[in-house]
């Protein structure tokens, strides 16, 4: 049966955005199922190509820094751009943005019910299926440039059907072991695997794998490591990129962190790579930087007391959180609202954020791989959290805005609150609208 005729027969035309996303998470038995042969049949039935630059990122932490920084540059210097991140926070539209701005419902739909034609019997999961949405409304969408951000790992992952003009991977760190491998070498070759012969390739870390270094030389691609090929340096408030040519003096991006200014580095490095494509000016790479948006990267919500949200999920994340969190000066107490998935590295998490935290508000997420509550506050204690007094420094909640409001209720105008951990933590601690369904991987 095709893909139209199917629709027509379980009723599935003129359906709403939200109740296609609901379809579509049905439609396969696995949310992950890692390799590229069903996505790609049904990408040359689409016949989708870009005729513009684009752009893939990987890694295990900063992708989604690194990709909101280059859209915003190359936006503002007058591009037409388009950007495909993962997971979203509230509404699924957040996922593809066409210069800066959310897709409509609408042009989503249309986007979906081309995609349902076209696989026929093929099954997706909903990762694939959703990458096809935004690989067709950017293929349509006569675009200057594209950035597309990888979801899991690289080689096998749905993004990697697409041979990348420049390709980065940001940094290697231990994390989604269950499919890319339980050491860096391994999870830096399956990073890798999005690199492409003879075209560019960037690893944004000082770091990089033999695995990942030794696979770029075996396909033949140009790859510049941060440190080596290009690098950066800080100038009282101001920081100089140092690579084919150097830029002095440039502001601070807009996202918080020392590892953002990591990060820019990278982008700049981008940016260079694509000049004679691209050209960008000083004021448009300032513009960009300064004019970024990127919510659940320590995101201050407010002040008195600081609300921080982060969406640090390992321990390579946590590390440069519980570094920033050091960094913002004095506080009073720092009451953290928590929560995480089970197949993540929780003990090392905790292990690096118990010294910067007072009180723990930990949280039910909801969803099957979530870690409850009860079984972090076990962690916890036998992390030492407690430090053999009562457990009145850990408290327990179904849901992260109950969790939150309590804190809020202790927190004096000097403390301030950080929720962390999966993306279901900020989304739970703020307004939603589109919850995201239960593929959102962290």
Not at 59 to 75: D, E, F, P, R, V
Not at 145 to 165: C, P, S, T
Not at 311 to 327: I, R
Not at 402 to 421: E, H, P, T, W, Y
């Amino acid at each position: 049966m095709s893909g139209q005729v199917a629709m027509q027969k379980t009723g599935l035309l003129h359906r709403s955005l939200a109740e296609w996303t609901r379809l579509v998470e049905s439609l396969h038995p696995k949310n992950i199922e890692m390799g590229l042969d069903r996505i790609r049949v049904v990408k040359e039935r689409l016949g989708l190509r870009f005729d513009c630059p684009v752009v893939t990122v990987g890694g295990t932490n900063g992708k989604g820094s690194t990709c909101a920084m280059l859209q915003a540059i190359w936006k503002e210097a007058g591009y037409r751009t388009g950007l495909y991140t993962s997971p979203h926070i509230h509404r699924f539209n957040e996922r593809m943005k066409i210069d800066g701005k959310m897709v409509d419902d609408e042009t989503l739909v249309a986007c979906f019910e081309e995609i349902e034609a076209a696989r026929g019997d093929i099954a997706l999961t909903f990762f694939e299926f959703t990458t096809l949405v935004a690989l067709k409304l950017f293929s349509d969408a006569k675009l200057d440039v594209i950035v597309l951000e990888v979801g899991l790992g690289g080689r096998l992952d749905a993004v990697n059907l697409i041979d990348a003009d420049v390709s980065v991977v940001t940094n290697v760190a231990i994390d989604h072991v269950e499919y890319l491998g339980h050491t860096r070498e391994e999870i830096g070759f399956e990073k890798a695997g999005i690199y492409r012969g003879g075209r560019i390739a960037f690893y944004g870390d000082i770091d990089p794998p033999d695995s990942l270094i030794h696979h770029a030389r075996a396909i033949g691609a140009e790859l510049k490591v941060l440190g080596k090929d290009y690098s950066f340096s800080m100038n009282a408030d101001r920081w100089d990129y140092i690579g084919r040519s150097t830029v002095s003096g440039l502001v601070h991006p807009s996202l918080y962190g020392d590892n953002q200014i990591h990060n820019a580095a990278t982008v700049l490095a981008v940016v260079e790579a694509l000049q004679a494509r691209l050209p960008v000016g000083r004021d448009a790479l300032e513009r960009g930087l300064a004019r970024t948006e990127l919510p659940g990267r320590f995101q201050i919500l407010q002040n008195e007391p600081s609300i921080i949200l982060d969406v640090a999920h390992n321990p390579h994340a946590a590390a440069v959180l519980a570094k920033n969190l050091k960094e913002m000066g004095a506080f009073g107490t720092t009451y953290a609202v928590f929560g995480a998935m089970a197949d993540k590295d929780i003990d090392g998490v905790i292990e690096l954020m118990k010294d910067c935290v007072d009180r723990w508000y930990l949280t039910d997420l909801p969803l099957p791989r979530a870690a409850s509550a009860e079984a972090l506050k076990q962690k916890l204690i036998a992390a030492g959290v407690t430090r053999g007094k009562t457990n009145q420094c850990i408290s327990v909640y179904h849901h992260a805005a109950d969790a939150l409001a309590s804190a809020k209720n202790n927190a004096r105008k000097n403390d301030r609150i950080v929720a962390f951990g999966s993306f279901w933590v900020v989304t739970g601690v703020t307004e939603e609208s589109d919850p995201p369904p239960h593929t959102n991987r962290h």
